[in-house]
Every structure is written in structure tokens, then in C-alpha cells.
């Protein structure tokens, strides 16, 4: 679990919001899964959620990385 929260947080750091915001919501997904699976005692379900959530956050991260699209909105304050 902490693995994929650490691997989520990078990816924001990264900017993977605005980058890659379908991979950032699927980890943010998966993660909640797997908070809901541990409070139900679910061990091996919550553990696959967490790996889900960190494969996913991975690819935001990534995405974010390599993408030419800029960090933050045009549209945004200075």
C-alpha cells in the first residue's frame, strides 16, 4: 500500500493531473479499493488492488514525464 501511495504522490509531483489524468484516476481507484479491502479483512484482494494502483500510477508517472503537454493550465494564476 505504501509502495502505490508513494508511486501515486510522484505521479502528481510529476504532474500527471493534467498529463495523464485517466492512469492517475485509475491508481487513486484501485488505492481506494484496496483501503476498502483491508478494512474488510479482504488481505489478498487488497493486495492486488495496491499493485493495480501502482502499475497505474507508474504509467501516469511515465506518461507525465514524456508528455509535451504542459504541467500546468494556460488558464491558470500566476
Known sequence: MSDARQAIEAAR?????????????????????????????????ARLAAIEAKRHATAALEHAEHSTAPAVPANAPP
Not at 28 to 38: G, K, V
Open 13 to 45: 509531483v510529476a504532474g500527471a493531473e493534467l498529463r495523464a489524468p485517466a492512469d492517475l484516476n485509475a491508481a487513486q481507484a484501485a488505492i481506494a479499493r484496496a483501503e476498502q479491502r483491508l478494512r474488510a479483512q479482504e488481505y489478498t484482494r
